[in-house]
């Protein structure tokens, strides 16, 4: 299985990069304007948000889960849902796709969270039954018929601005996340890049060999 996660992982990076300028494309399937009806139909809702904005000014997070009613599953799902305000704040729709039918995420909303369930969601879950939106992303372990926790923040020209994957028992950050999404929106807005651990009240450096010194000496006093 570890072997197989590695070949995965190489293989998903190496199949999305196009090209080191043209950025990361995204398949059509979740790119915010690009979203087809069929697969919104398979969509669950149970709180706030209306429907996956297919409008091309969201940002979309897309997180691929392993399976319901395991162990590190529901507290992603419940860690994104929770924070699904912060995200709609910053113009920004979250997503959380599975390879179990719209069915089985009914019950597991149903659930109470003390039992591993989710309870009320305020983001949306979508059925990748028949697994092509996992394997178009390059997170599905074919074998076992499994996707890995993929996280995809997808821009509103379906370009992925970030790409990551977990091995199936560790988590991802929803605050790390969020940081990301404010990151990548404040370079497109400013026109300057964010360094290391940036913060929306922390500096940032303008990219040319002459002005980033005055970053630079700040931050090295």
């Known amino acids: 299985m570890a072997a197989a996660v590695g070949r995965l992982l190489r293989g998903s990076v190496a199949r999305h990069v196009n090209a080191i300028s043209g950025g990361i494309s995204a ?3 979740l790119r915010p304007a ?26 979309a997070p897309a997180v691929t889960q392993h399976a319901p009613y395991t162990f590190v599953c529901p507290t992603e799902i419940v860690a994104f849902s929770d924070k699904a305000n ?26 109470p969270r003390k039992n591993g369930g ?19 992303y390059g997170v599905l372990l074919e074998g076992p018929g499994l996707a890995l926790r993929g996280l995809f923040i997808i821009d509103p020209n379906g370009v992925i601005k970030h790409l990551s994957v977990n091995d199936l028992p560790v988590g991802r950050s929803v605050e790390e996340t969020l940081r ?13 890049v964010c360094p290391a ?25």
Request: hydrophobic content about 35%; overall charge negative.
């Open 27 to 29: 398949p059509t399937t």
């Open 34 to 59: 690009a979203c087809g009806r069929t697969h919104l139909m398979n969509i669950l809702w149970s709180g706030s948000s209306p429907a996956f904005s297919t409008s091309s000014s969201y940002r």
């Open 86 to 111: 912060e995200f709609h704040d910053v113009n920004c729709e979250v997503v959380g796709v599975s390879v179990d039918s719209h069915f089985t995420h009914l019950a597991w909303i149903n659930t």
């Open 118 to 136: 989710l309870g009320h969601m305020n983001i949306a879950l979508l059925s990748d039954l028949t697994k092509q939106i996992s394997r178009d």
């Open 180 to 192: 990301l999404v404010k990151a990548f929106q404040f370079v497109e807005a400013h026109g300057e």
């Open 197 to 221: 651990n940036w913060t929306p009240d922390s500096p940032t450096i303008k990219p040319n060999p002459t002005a980033s010194k005055e970053y630079f000496e700040k931050v090295n006093q």
